[in-house]
């Protein structure tokens, strides 16, 4: 397998075809470009989604168990449900300090507490085989009422695309947050790039936009960055989508990192952004709503008829592969981690 999340044809030749049991509770179910799964319980509906806990210690040990946590969440506040539960499994290296564990699990508790959520269930242990930075996964739970879930699945002609915080967040501020001291650039664009890294949550983004609605579709922009959200979540609502590459939002220190390493910022991980469609009535509040709580967006282009995405009026072609992780090995190579 290739490094990464598989791509369509891999999830569609090995994993839609064995999906266990047909239940009827099963209100959406795994499809590529999904975040989230959905089932019905009693009058509500339960959102659950699964992610590696990913602990990047060259980040700071603290700073990278918020980045963690958050990961963790992001993909089921896709739904428009506010996070309600979260089940973690800990595989940690036989070699991990008590005190590693307790700064981790301390950021991920402050967290939760902070958004409402419970430590429902999960499992800590250490094993052979293990090794930092993924050590290990979570679920988390959105309970709420079926008339709030937004399903990736929705996005229908003539809905406005709106685009939080544009490309290569992530990718910048990590870049700029582990190897800044040692970049040949300008102290205020580092500076600025570091900024990015407070960015890398969808969650408020996500939560934001579904409370102010009417929207009918959300992805974030993780592997593969914005251009590949983009087919991602085109394709599992089987529409098109006609953007404007300069209507989309550009953090400060964003262009300026990713051409120092060499990064396309539009195919570059960037974890905090989201896609979000608007029925039409709905933009202008959404945007405001954004705004208003101090996260930069923008209408980038529509919703069509057919499939597939057009930028500038060109086709565009999913990604094959991200920089980012390449571009952080060759800074980690040559400039270590202080």
């Given amino acids: 397998m290739d490094p990464g999340k598989v791509d369509r044809a891999f999830f569609e030749q090995y ?35 699964t992610d590696p806990v990913f602990v990047l210690r060259d980040l700071g040990l603290e700073r990278a168990a918020w980045f963690a946590f958050h990961i963790v969440l992001s993909d089921v506040a896709l739904s428009g449900l ?27 508790d402050r967290e939760a507490r902070d958004l409402g ?11 052979a085989g293990t090794a930092f930075p993924t050590i290990g996964g979570a679920t988390g739970i959105a309970v709420g009422d079926p008339a709030d879930l937004v399903v990736p699945t929705g996005a229908t002609p003539g809905d406005r695309v709106v685009v939080t915080k544009g490309p290569a967040v992530e990718t910048t501020g990590v870049l700029a947050t582990v190897f800044g001291d040692h970049l040949d650039l300008p102290a205020e664009t ?25 929207v ?3 992805h974030d922009a993780t592997e593969g960055g914005i ?6 979540l085109a394709g599992a609502s089987g529409v098109g989508m006609a953007v404007e590459r300069d209507r989309f939002p550009v953090g ?54 057919g499939q597939g995405v057009q930028v500038d009026g060109q086709v565009l072609e999913a990604p094959e592969r991200d920089p980012f992780w390449p571009a952080y090995e060759r800074a980690r190579e040559e400039f270590g981690v202080d």
């Fill in 15 to 49: 994993i839609s075809p064995r999906l266990g049991a047909d239940r009827a509770d099963v209100r959406l179910g795994p499809a590529h470009g999904a975040d989230f799964g959905v089932i019905d319980v009693g009058e509500q509906v339960v959102a659950l989604a």
């Fill in 252 to 305: 400060a220190g964003v262009l300026d990192l990713c051409a120092y390493f060499d990064v396309d910022p539009w195919v570059a991980s960037s974890e905090g952004t989201v896609i979000v469609t608007v029925a039409p009535e709905g933009t202008d509040a959404v945007l405001a709503a954004l705004e208003s709580e101090g996260i930069r967006a923008a209408a980038v282009g529509e919703v069509t008829e």
């Fill in 227 to 232: 251009d590949n959200a983009l087919v991602e």
């Fill in 82 to 108: 506010a996070p309600t539960h979260l089940s973690v499994d800990f595989n940690l290296p036989p070699e991990t300090p008590d005190a590693t564990f307790e700064t981790i699990w301390t950021v991920f």
């Fill in 216 to 218: 009918t579709a959300m």
């Fill in 190 to 214: 580092v500076s600025a790039a570091r900024d990015r890294f407070e960015e890398t949550t969808p969650v408020y983004d996500a939560l934001t936009a579904a409370a102010a609605g009417p």
């Fill in 117 to 127: 959520v419970s430590v429902v269930t999960g499992h800590t242990g250490a094993y």
